[in-house]
């Protein structure tokens, strides 16, 4: 199954560099994650936390007059791995179509060797 074209192009881009330059990525991912819009920060209990992490993860995503989706995570800046996979994940992910993003499968990640 293809993945929205953003993000095969990520996944082909660090599936591709050696393991320092995933790690500078994967830093690079993580210290441009986005801040929690202002109209958010006092909502978290309308996010979705992500239960299987171990870094408290929580989730909004916003459906957009195109559209698509626009997601906004809320991840504590100690955890700087978590924020960067997320990032990746929102760079190519954010605008696409629900149906885009429900195809994605579990493992897309597995070409990038990030595990």
Not at 101 to 111: A, E
């Amino acid at each position: 199954m293809p993945l929205p074209p953003k993000l095969q192009e990520i996944v082909d881009d660090i599936a591709g560099m050696t393991r320092q330059e995933k790690l500078e990525t994967l830093i690079a991912y993580a210290e441009t994650f986005p801040p929690l819009p202002e109209w958010l920060k006092d909502k978290r209990d309308q996010m979705e936390p992500v239960p299987e992490c171990m870094t408290p993860v929580f989730l909004f995503a916003e459906k957009l007059p195109s559209g698509g989706i626009h997601f906004h995570l809320d991840i504590p800046p100690q955890s700087p791995t978590v924020r960067g996979l997320a990032s990746i994940l929102t760079n190519g992910l954010n605008g696409c179509a629900p149906e885009e993003i429900i195809r994605v499968p579990g493992d897309f990640y597995l070409p990038m060797n990030l595990q």
